[in-house]
């Protein structure tokens, strides 16, 4: 009975995030491909996924660093998306929110829950 309880509280509560889910994106990875006629093999950008439903969620850091020159303010940048979505380090994510397209790279292990889960961003610099 209890055990029943809480399976039905973790559905309310995935529910409840995937409702702000307000974003897609598209998940890219470099793949291999050897070119039959010329035998040279070259890597590739190929879409994994195609429009999955996420929300961008953005926080800066506290106060601006720096010297009396230069103030650096840190911004973080986390994606939040269902649990079974499995998403290779390296690979590229375009992300539509609001109107706005982004490209990012992955800069963390994601945080896997059984409601969802959270990946730290940052802007994409290209692959590694």
Sequence with gaps: MIADAIRQAQKMHRAAIEATYDGSCNIYIRE???DPETGVTSLEEVCKMENQLCHLSFSSSGAAEGTDTIAKVTQ?????????IVIA???????TQH???EV???SG??????????ILLELWKGYA
Excluded: D, N, W
């Design 99 to 101: 109107g706005r397209t």
């Design 89 to 95: 380090p390296g690979s590229k994510i375009e992300v």
């Design 32 to 34: 291999s491909k050897r």
């Design 76 to 84: 973080v940048i986390k994606l939040f998306l269902t649990p079974e």
């Design 109 to 118: 292990k994601a945080a896997v829950y059984s409601s969802h889960q959270e």
């Design 104 to 106: 990012y790279g992955q």
